[in-house]
């Protein structure tokens, strides 16, 4: 039931129900038509051949006047005198324009409807022979009733004539009579031709939803294809400009971070040299302190630039290699670090960003919860790396908001301060520009978590050990 409503509400399932119905009607409308028509045409031939007897016996009548009366007595094809006593009813209008059409002694005929016992019906001309009992079936024929017509007309020497023609019953085919396999192919048919179309019609949006989204995990991705129809080369060409003017706002952005950054290194160093002329020991070290704090922030920015915009190429990275040897310097160094095990796969990444995002998540590791474990793994969900730590952990409101540049949450990691706020922003940057996400959890047994996840390991392989 989710699976249908989930199906329902999307395009494909929108636009199927749409064809599906209007091509059900309309196939049931048209086939309706047809059988109308068809049995217009079944009646209009039954008109020609009751004209046809009626005609045959006037020429008869006309062309034998010495048998006249006898002919008259003993009645022709569905054809017989019309007794005194019958009434006449309304004009048949149809049947008297076709006797017109014919000339001779019927063109001036008049017809109208009467009671079928002028026409002196017999039991066989109203009921069809039966074979032998069995049960009725819907697809089975109907019949028209029979019916009676006064004809009233004048041979060609004068004499008045009053005839009851008979119309007995016919079969023919029922409007409302449906065979159950056309109607299952017919229905078949439709509901196929309507997914059919219903998914040629979809795949542009489809199409369109995945490069927007491929597009927010990389900016520099090749431009969207400008193929296919008329309205979706239109399509393409608007979100490629779209992109390239993306592409122009943040290099134009990233580019004024970066000058700022850059010609504000200049001043800061002189500064620094004159504030160690102050002969206030006390003040000077304040100053000092304040403008180290400021150069941090000014290579963070710097740093921070870089990661939103850098030409490094992609290249085949054994993962687990990288991890070790950030351990094995972290250990050298006199760190609490660990490498748990790897996931032996190797990757198209750009080496130096990989190094500066697990670099960054190590070293958070390593200040906050002076310890650190490492570990990557496979599995159906992706590759995943896992950076852990021994340290309090953050509470669950935190846990995305210290991506925030300029976040720093030092009352719940540590007393010391730990840079402008920008760190976790900068790796966070440089993960998704490799097609990772990076996440913050807090551990089953306590410290904190760094996961940085691929969702799919497209281009990768088993590393040769």
């Known amino acids: 039931m989710i699976r249908l409503r989930r199906f329902l509400s999307s395009m494909v399932g929108r636009l199927f129900v749409i064809l599906l119905l209007g091509m059900g009607v309309a196939a049931v409308g048209a086939t309706l038509l047809a059988g109308a028509k068809r049995q217009q045409e079944f009646e209009r031939a039954n008109l020609n051949r009751i004209a046809d007897r009626l005609q045959g016996f006037v020429n008869l009548l006309d062309g034998n006047l010495e048998l006249r009366a006898r002919l008259l007595a003993a009645g022709g094809p569905a054809v017989r005198q019309l007794p005194a006593t019958a009434r006449l009813g309304r004009e048949d209008t149809a049947l008297r324009e076709l006797l017109a059409a014919r000339g001779g002694a019927v063109a001036g005929a008049r017809v109208h409807f009467t009671s079928f016992r002028a026409c002196v019906p017999r039991p066989d001309d109203l009921f069809p022979p039966k074979t032998g009992p069995r049960k009725p079936r819907e697809h089975d024929p109907a019949f028209s009733p029979p019916r009676c017509r006064a004809v009233l007309l004048r041979l ?41 179309v219903a998914r040629i019609a979809s795949m542009p949006l489809q199409r369109l939803a995945a490069e927007a989204q491929a597009l927010g995990a990389d900016l520099e991705r090749e431009p969207m294809p400008v193929a296919g129809p008329l309205e979706l080369r239109h399509a393409a060409e608007a979100f490629n400009a779209m992109q390239r003017q993306l592409q122009r706002h943040l290099a134009e952005r990233t580019h004024m971070l970066a000058a700022i950054t850059h010609d504000l290194q200049t001043p800061v160093t002189r500064l620094r040299l004159r504030l160690e002329n102050v002969d206030d020991e006390s003040l000077r070290e304040r100053l000092v302190g304040d403008l180290a704090a400021m150069q941090a922030l000014i290579r963070e920015g710097l740093e921070l630039a870089r990661s939103a915009e850098t030409a490094e190429q992609r290249a085949a990275l054994d993962l687990d290699s990288l991890l070790e040897s950030l351990v094995e310097d972290a250990v050298e160094a006199g760190a609490n670090a660990r490498f748990d095990g790897g996931c032996g796969v190797v990757m198209q990444l750009r080496p130096l960003a990989m190094r500066r995002l697990f670099s960054n998540l190590l070293d958070n590791a390593l200040m906050y919860g002076h310890s650190a474990r490492v570990r990557a793994e496979q599995n159906a969900a992706g590759i995943t790396v896992v950076i852990a730590d021994d340290g309090p952990g953050l509470a669950g409101e935190d846990l995305e908001r210290v991506f925030d540049p300029f976040v720093r949450l030092e009352t719940s990691r540590s007393r010391q301060t730990g840079g402008a706020g920008l760190g976790l922003t900068i790796a966070r940057a440089l993960a998704g520009k490799d097609g990772a996400r990076l996440t913050l959890r807090n551990g089953a047994g306590g410290g904190l978590e760094a996961v940085v996840h691929w969702p799919a390991p497209a281009g990768s392989g088993r590393a040769g050990r």
Do not use: C, M, Q
């Not at 119309?167 to 192919?185: C, E, I, K, M, R």
């Open 156 to 196: 060609s020497d004068g004499t008045p004539l009053a005839l009851a023609l008979e119309s007995p019953a016919v079969a023919h085919n029922s409007a409302l009579a449906v065979d159950p396999l056309f109607l299952t192919l017919l229905v078949l048919a439709i509901a196929v031709l309507a997914y059919v």
